[in-house]
């Protein structure tokens, strides 16, 4: 067998991933990143919004890593200002095809050595609390690769679960049930903009009177953005007597978003479609119902055509593991005088907490699994209560989780690795230096 | 301690399937849905999140209709283009003056095409799964392991068939193989990308004025002079066009620097309603594509390439000026890896002659196209604009006798193996490979050895179920 070494080993070449790599790479470390698949970008190449980046109100939760990866997508042709969807969030409407670039300009740009095509096959541990090698498998055969940081960001904790580290107690697993997901182009936004003020019942009702007062005034809040954005409600009386009528799937309701205004280009998610399994390829049946439904009930849609089809099920396979804190449920410090916030998350429909910022600190202590010193969960493994970690799960938050994973693997990179004897202010210090954002806005 | 994802005590969990199909590709797909059809228990597993392969690149579909403009391909790409057809994604069949006519879908209504037509088939599906191992008994293929993110598992099968496009299967059972040209020369590896918005006739209007950036009236078949080829072009009013690197708009932006060498700018129309193209041009030669680390590595300057072309695509080209960058392939195309040793080879000879043959069991029409690095291109034309017939042996690899494959990987010798590869090629071979599996599955021979279905009844089946096997050129 092949073996190799590197500073960090990120395995998992979505969000969390990449935003590792790349910035242990610019923190001096060397780094591997590893992808399933055959492209980088995970979840961010189909389209849907970045949640996580802003909170419901709009404050911004998330800087460093994400302002550069938000520029990237800008230069090659994405628009990248903040929506609000005025039912509970403020998102980022990426162009997923820029994206596709730009995580390739950011990965090489920083000497990242990313492979694609390749599995985890075996986590060898060491008898001192670490992982001493990660078996690949490719095409190629199997590599072991030596690693003094090694950054899961797999979307089931894929690294935690094959070295045995217990998982979390989630007896109160919330249902992840797969969205359809796909896209439509030649949709003319001001025509369903107006659509959606002379008919704000289609719309999803505000989640918190901050938000907007009404379904009407969402509906002109969406309109004077001038971008199409939307949470169409599935008890709406059109939506009903679709549904009814054969025309449409039953859902849990449906969001649309812009993913390119050059393109007039759109996502749609439907949540729970009935009767459509989004995993098998069934699915195909259930998409064309749904365009259909939008072609005829909606206006802006008449003319559209679908554009894209997600190749496989949306929602992550999440698989928490038990870390030396668990987000949701260990509020406050570390310890006496111990702040330990390496990155924040925002608040989405579940909580939507708008006591305060809108936003909740994410300690390092959640990334940590019990009983290794050398490994960051930072993907579906992360330890985060089943109330919250849809909302850590956000793509925009995974941006941060990254960007803290990947610094604080530079730092503790030297010989006998232990993240937990790293100088935690040391690290916020490093995250703040780069743009991340630990604290409250003032 | 070692820890996998199976401990080494616990038993694989496993499954058994009359034919599993490896590989869910062009040829994979049509492999399963015509063993499926044909009434055998059919698996079909593929290592990416889907099915369809090339065929959701953007790049058309080659090699269904000979050079004369003949369907020479029928059977299951029928069904998936008038699946197509039906959801609104079949731009048509359009000849490039050049040399071949191609087939031009909208390649992510095609998802819902190949997805629509496996489930008719009732073919069973298993993504994200990598094969591992192939087990092997005297010289049959028993079953193979494949993993994936929940753990291994163990899938026995009577008949199998590898659609990898490496032939991965084939050479896990010990079968002998050429890899490019043997020596590490391989055809390039390529990121094919759309661009939406175009304005055809002002594309098709600069062509006309500027015919010298045009590849035209390659194939001696081609009796019209180049005029009339360029009228031929234009009247199709497709933005189906051919740039050449010998033209002067491409031989200046290579020589300045503005685009980096390669032999073809090829121009498909892909969406009607989107005024799409997919641009087939990037490319990076002798990648060893079997080599991961290479292959990873390729991306950056593919994407680079993606990028500097786009920008000369609106820079340069009438007609871009006000397109858009409407994405890239899922993945890197990859042209050419391993040719698997068969019962027999397709000669170049085969291929160049337009030979029929009595144990054909499905038609290629392609020209002998091997891209070489830079600028540089090999294509011949068959003889008389017509197509050579594939014999059923170039699809059993030798020693092995309940595999089948089809698709790149098939037994060939590399000019040949430079027209057979393209995907209406592979459909044809996989609905082959696909209905002589089922055929080894039935009645009282459940054996699963395709190299004993004798090649009449495999015909006759074809033929029944819409393959195309006489009657053209």
């Known amino acids: ?140 055969g199997r590599t072991l690769v030596r690693a003094k940081i090694v950054i899961d960001a797999t979307d089931g904790g894929t690294v935690a679960a094959l070295a045995d580290y217990p998982p979390l107690d989630t007896s109160a697993e919330v249902d992840r049930a797969a969205p359809l997901v796909f ?66 799937i039953g859902s849990a309701g449906a969001a649309i978003a812009q993913t390119s205004a050059a393109r007039r280009d759109v996502v749609i998610r439907v949540d729970r479609p009935q009767g459509v399994d989004p995993a098998r390829i069934e699915r195909a049946a259930g998409i064309e119902i749904c365009a259909g439904f939008l072609r005829s009930a909606l206006p802006g849609f008449s003319q559209a055509v679908i554009s894209a089809v997600h190749p496989g099920v949306p929602v992550p396979f999440v698989r928490p593991m038990l870390g030396d804190r668990v987000l949701g449920r260990d509020a406050g410090p570390a310890g006496p005088g111990v702040v330990d916030t390496v990155a924040r998350g925002c608040h989405g429909t579940r909580g939507a907490d708008l006591s305060g910022d809108g936003a909740f600190d994410i300690p390092l202590g959640c990334m940590l699994p019990r009983g290794v010193r050398n490994l960051l969960v930072i993907g579906g493994g992360l330890s985060a209560d089943p109330s919250i970690s849809e909302d850590a799960a956000a793509t925009g938050t995974r941006l941060a989780l990254g960007e803290a994973a990947g610094t604080a693997a530079a730092l503790a990179a030297g010989p006998a690795p232990d993240l937990r004897r790293i100088d935690i202010a040391g690290l916020r210090r490093s995250l703040r230096q780069q743009g991340a954002l630990l604290e409250a806005a003032r | 301690m070692l820890r996998g994802i199976i401990p080494m005590q616990s038993a694989y969990a496993s499954s058994h399937h009359d034919v599993v199909v490896i590989g869910a590709g062009a040829a994979g797909i049509a492999a399963a849905s015509a063993a499926a059809r044909n009434g055998a228990d059919t698996l079909l597993i593929d290592a990416g999140p889907e099915a369809g392969g090339e065929l959701l690149s953007g790049i058309p579909i080659d090699g269904c209709l000979n050079t004369r403009g003949e369907w020479i391909v029928g059977g299951f790409l029928r069904e998936l283009l008038d ?67 929940s753990g291994r598992r163990l899938i026995t099968a009577n008949s199998f068939i590898d659609c990898s496009g490496d032939g991965d299967v084939a050479v896990g059972a010990g079968a002998e193989f050429i890899q490019g040209d043997g020596s590490g020369t391989f055809q390039p590896v390529t990121m094919v990308f759309r661009m939406a918005g175009v304005d055809t006739g002002r594309l098709l209007d600069f062509v006309e004025r500027n015919p010298d950036n045009l590849a035209l009236k390659e194939n001696p078949w081609i009796t019209q002079t180049r005029e009339e080829c360029l009228r031929g072009l234009i009247a199709q009013n497709q933005p189906k066009v051919f740039l050449r690197a010998q033209g002067p708009l491409l031989s200046a932006a290579i020589a300045s620097g503005e685009l980096y060498p390669t032999a073809l700018l090829a121009i498909t129309p892909v969406s009607v309603q989107r005024r799409e193209v997919s641009l087939n041009t990037t490319r990076i030669a002798n990648v060893d594509a079997t080599d991961t680390r290479a292959l990873s590595a390729a ?45 027999e080879l397709l000669s170049s000879e085969d291929v160049l002659s337009a030979r029929k043959r009595a144990d054909g069991i499905g038609k290629g029409g392609h020209h002998v196209d091997i891209h070489g690095s830079g600028t540089d291109q090999l294509r011949r034309p068959i003889a008389d604009g017509g197509s050579y017939d594939i014999p059923f042996g170039c699809l059993l690899p030798k020693g092995i006798d309940n595999l089948g494959i089809a698709g790149r990987c098939l037994s060939a010798e590399r000019p040949a193996h430079g027209s057979a590869r393209v995907m209406g090629t592979c459909i044809a071979m996989g609905q082959a490979v696909g209905t002589a599996a089922a055929i080894a599955n039935e009645g009282n021979r459940r054996d699963g050895a395709l190299a004993d279905v004798p090649v009449s009844a495999l015909r006759t089946r074809l033929a029944e179920q819409g393959a195309i096997l006489d009657g053209t050129h």
């Open chain 1, 183 to 248: 896209r439509m182009a030649g949709v003319d936004a001001a025509a369903f903009l107006e659509h959606l003020a002379a008919a704000p019942e289609t719309l999803a009702a505000p989640a918190h009177p901050a938000i907007a007062a009404d379904r009407a005034a969402a509906a002109s809040g969406l309109r004077d953005q001038g971008r199409v954005l939307a949470v169409l409600d599935p008890a709406a009386p059109q939506m009903r007597a679709a549904v009814a009528a054969g025309r449409m």
């Open chain 2, 83 to 149: 699946e197509c057809d039906r959801l609104g994604g079949y731009v048509g069949a359009m000849f490039d003056w050049r040399s071949i006519w191609v087939v031009c879908c909208d390649p992510e209504i095609m998802r819902l095409a190949v997805m629509n037509r496996l489930r008719a088939a009732g073919v069973k599906t298993r993504f994200n799964s990598f094969v591992d191992e192939v087990v092997t008994e005297s010289g049959r293929i028993t079953g193979v392991v494949v993993m994936d993110v």
């Open chain 2, 299 to 343: 991306m950056p300057a593919l994407i680079d390439q993606v990028w500097n072309c786009q920008a000369f695509l609106r820079n340069r080209v009438p007609g871009f000026e006000e397109a858009v960058f409407a994405g890239t392939a899922p993945r890197i195309g990859i042209r050419e890896t391993r040719r698997i040793i068969g019962r």
């Open chain 1, 1 to 140: 067998m092949a073996s190799v070494a590197t500073d960090v080993l990120v395995i998992g070449g979505g969000a969390a991933g990449i935003a590792a790599a790349v910035t242990a790479r610019r923190n001096g470390a060397e780094a591997i990143l590893v992808e399933a698949g055959p492209m980088l970008g995970g979840e961010l190449l189909h389209g849907l919004p970045l949640a996580g980046l802003y909170t419901a109100q709009g404050g911004r939760a998330v800087g460093g890593f994400a302002d550069g990866f938000l520029a990237a997508c800008a230069r090659y042709g994405s628009e990248t200002a903040p929506l609000r969807d005025f039912h509970a969030r403020t998102l980022v409407c990426l162009d997923p095809e820029a994206i596709k670039v730009a995580v390739i300009d950011l990965t090489h740009g920083a000497g990242v050595k990313a492979l694609m095509y390749t599995l985890v096959d075996q986590v060898a541990t060491d008898g001192d609390g670490r992982i001493a090698g990660v078996i690949l498998r490719n095409k190629a």
